[in-house]
């Protein structure tokens, strides 16, 4: 199971320095777009890490897929993660709460 990320070219850096291998700079929406896309066909990648604020470039469809998706499970640091905590998101992709 790997960790993808995805962003700007300021906002990979950190994540290339701890040693993240799958990290995509996507500057232009197509690229961002095409990234995410790729991503979730990889049945290898089970976390995603975005921008709160990336969310928004998304078309609504996508959005709501990322929003709604298990596997990879998606985290989006700043930023409002489309309505659910983090506690939301673990328990939906764990199964059981963690915090009880």
């Given at each position: 199971m790997?960790i993808a990320?995805?962003?700007?070219?300021?906002?990979?850096?950190?994540f290339?320095l701890?040693g993240?291998?799958?990290t995509?700079?996507?500057e232009?929406?197509?690229?961002f777009?095409?990234y995410i896309?790729s991503?979730?066909a990889?049945?290898?990648v089970?976390?995603?890490?975005?921008k709160?604020?990336?969310?928004e470039?998304?078309p609504?469809?996508l959005r709501?897929?990322?929003?709604?998706?298990v596997r990879?499970?998606?985290?989006?640091?700043?930023?409002?993660?489309?309505g659910?905590s983090?506690?939301?998101?673990?328990?939906r992709?764990?199964?059981?709460d963690?915090?009880?």
């Amino acid at each position: 199971m790997e960790i993808a990320v995805v962003g700007n070219s300021e906002f990979i850096l950190g994540f290339r320095l701890a040693g993240i291998k799958r990290t995509y700079a996507a500057e232009k929406d197509e690229k961002f777009v095409e990234y995410i896309t790729s991503i979730l066909a990889d049945g290898d990648v089970g976390i995603l890490v975005l921008k709160g604020s990336d969310m928004e470039r998304l078309p609504p469809r996508l959005r709501t897929t990322l929003e709604e998706s298990v596997r990879p499970t998606v985290v989006a640091i700043g930023g409002v993660e489309g309505g659910l905590s983090m506690r939301e998101r673990i328990k939906r992709s764990v199964g059981v709460d963690l915090w009880k």
